[in-house]
């Protein structure tokens, strides 16, 4: 099990450590200030809720966590450093000596810094080589970014290993080749910050009325497409020069003038701290938390769907794991087909619930077909073939709720195929908890052309892996509730 | 039936007559182009695409779609006008004064301007106090906001009267009290913009890295919450004053000088519109339109099941489509309780297909259980009611497929009350689009105990509600596929 080392916690560190230790490392915490433990474990109960939904699939069993009086205890067999002190360039320097003296020589040390440049960290370190900028974004355990800002110190081998370690706790990180202040994004946040500031200061707008701007608006367009692919689409067919031909003048609009930054004065912070009480002091911070993770996790889960910008990244991130946790995905692979397939084990995410406080039922059918189309991939109606024009469509179902399933279970569904012939397959589902069983589901599905959409027969690779997997669970008793019709007395 | 005029086409425009015209408006185009019929036409084929969708309820009919030659005749009987003619202030005054020659003086003109203050547009108008700015983002049919800049020359009744026709077809009304160049939204996207032409030039990231520092990152914060609201939260419980202390001081970091507008030289022109080829050039800009559209319908339902930012705006809307749509919400509205209630009607969402190119099984369940849902509010089971600790869990379901449902099938569930009996209530719904069968679904539901989880009696008013409701559909013939089990022949 591979190992972290988390230097500095408050809400940076501490989403660092969820990311990793939910991810399945091991993570060894050293912050001086008393209060850590608490801090990070609140940190980090919020990440259990919504880090582990974000997957199709279950997360590996989570490491261990660790908190550790110095530095040298908490980098012991460390293969990343996360570095999360205040932002003070000396005390960065002396962090980093007492780091080296102690970590392997081949740790990565990612620093989380959002101003200082590597080659300023680098600085007076006894091995420059090993350390590189891992900037990461609030909160921690659900933003994809990482900006990766390395120098031509480090070596492109070590550059590689971090991007690697990155995705692999499923990050994107951003490869920022040539180090500036503030690397990237944070210059648009603070571009878009100055300008905040004069509108609110000017009296033109409320932060609440800013954050609606934004929100209703470009915000939306942003979470999925950034500012030139926007743009470009807006340009229409005549091309990203036609619109800049539009757009790049405005450049010289008056309210340029804007640029100059407005001084931070203590009627101004007091101006805009009163409006943002205002707007959402009506909020404890835990519950702005909550109310934020779980937009983000939908949204993100939204995109997953559409598998583009957050959500294809999560989507790779899925078929890692899936495949780390020996997921069946092809008959071959099946190790002993006379018990039923796991077919599903994923967690219960924020946007499955209900008003009744636990998972909605179409979500139990969502589950259900998932395991349904993994059975299919399983006998060989996957991507490829289905672009052939032969799938299956569901043309029957029936679901019993045996037990209520909670935000964050771990389910697990379990499939057999009762019968299977010409075009037919008539499969049963069973949805575990641990070994609770929580309900079953019983389907018919029939095998389809999708140029007639009228039944077809199977082909020959599907109709021999299904009498394989059938005549393999032949023996099985029959399953309990099987053939039941909706209000059958017991 | 109320008609809108709208005032030179294009993608703006387009996108304004699609807002109207699905939201049930006449709609009246004047634009001088030979193609404006085929440009807006294929803008609202769009929008027929992925508005609908966003709604939980169906749209009202269509409006009428018609295109005139002249302004006078395209503003006969309209009740707004909305002006998107080309960004040029001369240009603009004109178009005004023709308008105001012939359209009614109570109607309320509306500009799309991005630059100009209301104030400029009033200038030389004849009556100024009609006129407005509108300034609405692209794609208009799906992003909520519009900016309305109103002046002192605009009644406080019009202006009223302006936010609740917009927010009559679904939009997000931004009052900005206080005119100023670019209004709000604009001059964050003008800070943004010189930011990454900086960023480009210098080498120091590609339009697509830029991209992926925006959409990986905080664009998927702001979608939801915006700028001041995400440093709240960061701010954590030592709130906004501490975050201002922490972040305040970086508006004297170096970079600053970053400020300076970069030359709009041939080059950087180049430069940019070559990394977008490099970037997205493998799709069309109808493909990336299509990709962004379904992005932004999945994400913003996502928000939807949330509550929050613009999914609280669109079901703001859906209750009052709903209720103009005269879906039964009491008991006492049911017009013939003899005849199965109509319980849902909604236009299937892109977020609801599979990779068979029809409505996925899960989403039918979801239909149905919100039809389910209905009946609950109707019995009296509403959320005032859940509060108290009552509700229904369904224990059993079984669903039938008839037939194929596509994208944007208005589909309607049709519900009877086949038994309720001390806890139990079994339920029958179908699934039509107009009178073609395409699924049913049987279901029992057992009235619960919120807090011990168990079964629990109904209250009377359920009980009363239910037994009017049963008693009044016992004279229907049986449903045709009641209490069948899963591969019963037929």
């Not at 989380?112 to 090993?130: I, M, N, Y």
Request: with cysteine.
């Amino acid at each position: 099990m591979a190992t972290a080392a988390i230097i500095g916690g408050g809400v940076i560190g501490g989403g660092w450590a969820a990311r990793f230790l939910l991810n399945g490392w091991d993570v060894q915490v050293f912050d001086p200030d008393p209060e850590a433990e608490r801090k990070i474990g609140e940190v980090i109960d919020n990440a259990r809720v919504s880090l582990p939904g974000l997957s199709d699939t279950a997360l590996p069993p989570e490491g261990r966590l660790s908190f550790h009086d110095s530095m040298s205890e908490a980098v012991a067999g460390a293969s990343w450093i996360q570095e999360s002190v205040p932002e003070r360039l000396e005390l960065k320097r002396k962090v980093y000596q007492t780091l080296q003296e102690h970590c392997e020589a081949d740790a990565i040390l990612g620093s989380s810094t959002s101003g200082f440049k590597p080659s300023e960290l680098q600085g007076c370190a006894s091995r420059p080589e090993q350390i590189v900028v891992t900037h990461p974004f609030n909160p921690v355990y659900l933003m994809p970014l990482v900006e990766l800002v390395p120098t031509e110190k480090n070596a492109p081998a070590l550059i590689e290993r971090a991007k690697e370690t990155l995705k692999g706790v499923g990050m994107f990180p951003l490869h920022v080749r040539k180090e500036i202040d503030a690397h990237i994004a944070d210059r648009f946040l603070e571009a878009v910050w100055r300008e905040a500031l004069w509108l609110v200061k000017d009296g033109i707008a409320t932060t609440e009325e800013i954050d609606e701007a934004i929100r209703m608006g470009f915000g939306i367009r942003w979470a999925q497409m950034g500012l030139f692919d926007t743009y470009r689409v807006a340009g229409g067919e005549a091309g990203m020069k036609h619109f800049m031909a539009q757009f790049g003048p405005c450049l010289e609009w008056p309210w340029t003038k804007l640029m100059d930054v407005p001084e931070f004065t203590d009627e101004l912070v007091d101006l805009i701290a009163g409006q943002s009480d205002a707007q959402s002091g009506h909020m404890s911070i835990r519950e702005m938390e909550r109310v934020r993770d779980n937009n983000l996790v939908s949204m993100m889960r939204a995109l997953k769907a559409q598998n583009f910008a957050s959500g294809a990244v999560l989507n790779q991130h899925d078929k890692k794991l899936s495949a780390e946790a020996g997921m069946v995905r092809k008959s071959a692979d099946i190790a002993d087909p006379s018990l039923p397939i796991v077919t599903q084990r994923r967690a219960v995410p924020v946007d499955w619930l209900d008003y009744n406080g636990h998972m909605t039922e179409s979500r139990y059918l969502q589950a259900f077909a998932d395991a349904s189309d993994r059975l299919m991939e399983i006998i060989g109606c996957d991507q490829e073939y289905i672009a052939t024009g032969g799938s299956f469509f569901t043309a029957e179902t029936h679901i019993r709720h045996i037990d209520e399933t909670h935000l964050g279970s771990v389910i697990e569904v379990r499939t057999r195929v009762l019968m299977a012939e010409g075009k037919k397959m008539h499969l049963w589902h069973e949805m575990y908890a641990g070994e609770k069983l929580l309900a079953t589901a019983e389907h018919i599905l029939i095998h389809v052309s999708l140029e007639t959409r009228r039944p077809a027969p199977f082909s020959p690779e599907i109709a021999a892996n299904l009498k394989m997997i059938y005549e393999a669970q032949a023996d099985l008793p029959a399953p309990d509730g099987l053939g039941r019709y909706v209000g059958q007395p017991r």
